[in-house]
């Protein structure tokens, strides 16, 4: 007989989320709560740096949150348990699990979503998709929608005292927008209304892999798909061309019939990027680089998808421009006390490096020092030669990139390649790279740093406590909260 997967009990629950400290375990967590389940959650640890604030926010919204040794499970009775990908057979919370059903993710949230009214907007893509979904739902909303959102990333402008800004959500919401993960190949469970592809990178798998994925993320969306122009050659949409909708891409560049032109004239000042949509007119956005320029355009592209295509340029130019940014995407956190800005930036894979090295550069002629710890061995070693080919390239010799040791979560791990290994590499092919022990050396270079016409990045993903790490260089921070 053929097996059956279990289907995903409708609301009250209960739901048990194994990992809920994660960004979309908590996203998620906050979802389920919103539309009536009853939602406990464990995770391996339950305080410290940047998370705290997390729990506080999940137990005032009646989550429970224990511990993660099947205490909470066994108190709870769950109907279902969600896991993240991070979690390994012999977690206790699954040993207690008995014989209850247990999902992935993706296959929840897909499940969740499918049975809200709202029309869905799925962001796919290898760098930019936490800023484009807060983006679009910031716009969405100022320009009169009502919205659901998760997004990988903590929204400004989404942030309450409940909520940490990573999910967000009006009564009724007539547009469901979210992002999708093309590191474990689950953004295929989705069937979105619109479906977008920013960008293909290769800090998970191989190009051709990643365009496999794409490609089937592309043909499951039920309506309009929203592609950068760049990846016309190697991700095929699906069903009829007229549905497809083009962004961005090469200087003059034109591909199907409909293609929105990319950014021209990108400029990075202290305030943001400004930038000119041939026959469009000229755009500035609170957010810095020309990669916030192509996010701003895909951006347009999706509300032209999702609106039509008579959209009221300057209410949406007004929109554009009011996006106050994601925590650690490029956030200014302040300024040393010898006057130095100091950066956060969630950036992990070479193309996510990339720009915020160039994005900093442009922000500080006269050195950049860059610090990144990397989030895994795992993917550190997927991407070592492509990483060690971009320093090799992008770095100034004035400037300076230390790397801090791999971040180890707990679990299953290589502890290869080691964060010396590819400083090494980097250094071998003169760049100005090297790797530091420990935080404490990473601080000493940090603290010695004394241009205002210099910079501080500090990059890294899943470790929370990468921000207020940061904070603790700063004397001065910004009149105003978030990125300006």
């Not at 005292?161 to 999910?167: A, D, M, R, T």
């Not at 293909?200 to 051709?208: A, K, L, N, V």
Request: overall charge positive; proline content about 7%; some cysteine.
């Amino acid at each position: 007989m053929a097996h059956v997967p279990p289907v995903f009990p409708a609301p009250p629950g209960p739901i048990h989320l194994v990992g809920i400290g994660g960004i979309g375990m908590s996203g998620l967590a906050q979802l389920l709560c919103a539309v009536g389940y009853a939602v406990t959650g464990s995770d391996r640890e339950l305080s410290g740096p940047g998370r705290d604030h997390l729990y506080r926010c999940l137990r005032a919204r009646g989550i429970i949150v224990g511990e993660q040794d099947g205490t909470v499970v066994a108190a709870a009775r769950p109907r279902a348990m969600v896991c993240s990908a991070a979690i390994e057979p012999g977690n206790p919370d699954l040993a207690a699990a008995g014989d209850i059903p247990v999902f992935g993710r993706a296959a929840a949230l897909a499940s969740v979503l499918d049975r809200l009214p709202g029309k869905q907007i799925a962001i796919a893509g290898s760098a930019g998709k936490t800023s484009v979904t807060a983006w679009t739902a910031s716009a969405l909303k100022l320009l009169g929608r009502s919205v659901l959102m998760l997004t990988g990333g903590y929204v400004i402008e989404f942030e309450t005292e409940l909520g940490p800004g990573n999910f967000a959500a009006d009564p009724a919401p007539e547009w469901i927008v979210y992002e999708t993960d093309e590191s474990d190949g689950s953004l295929v469970a989705f069937h979105p209304d619109i479906g977008v592809v920013l960008n293909m990178g290769t800090d998970h798998h191989s190009r051709d892999r990643l365009a496999a994925l794409f490609s089937r993320f592309a043909c499951n969306t039920t309506g309009k798909v929203v592609l950068h122009a760049d990846l016309a050659g190697s991700i095929n949409p699906g069903k009829p061309h007229q549905r497809t909708l083009y962004f961005g891409g090469r200087t003059g560049q034109t591909v199907g019939v409909h293609h929105l032109p990319g950014p021209v004239r990108c400029r990075t000042t202290s305030t943001g990027v400004t930038f000119a949509l041939p026959g469009f007119g000229d755009f500035a956005a609170r957010q810095f680089g020309r990669h916030s320029a192509e996010n701003a355009c895909a951006v347009f592209a999706i509300l032209n998808a999702a609106l039509g295509h008579n959209l009221d340029r300057e209410t949406v130019r007004t929109a554009l421009a009011a996006f106050r940014g994601v925590r650690r995407r490029f956030e200014k956190v302040g300024v040393t006390p010898k006057g130095t800005p100091v950066i956060v930036d969630y950036a992990h894979n070479v193309e996510k490096i990339r720009c915020a090295l160039e994005t900093a550069r442009e922000l500080a002629p006269d050195r950049l020092l860059a610090v990144f710890q990397p989030h895994g061995f795992g993917p550190l070693g997927f991407m070592r030669e492509a990483l060690v080919r971009m320093l090799a390239t992008t770095l100034r010799s004035r400037d300076v990139f230390v790397f801090l040791p791999v971040y180890y979560a707990g679990g299953t791990a290589s502890f290869s390649p080691t964060a010396d290994e590819v400083a090494a590499d980097a250094a071998a092919r003169g760049a100005p790279v090297s790797a530091v022990p420990d935080r404490k050396t990473a601080g000493e270079l940090i603290r010695s740093e004394r241009s205002p016409r210099g910079a501080v990045l500090i990059m890294g993903a899943r470790d929370p406590s990468l921000p207020d790490w940061a904070r603790t260089f700063v004397a001065a921070r910004p009149a105003s909260p978030g990125t300006t």
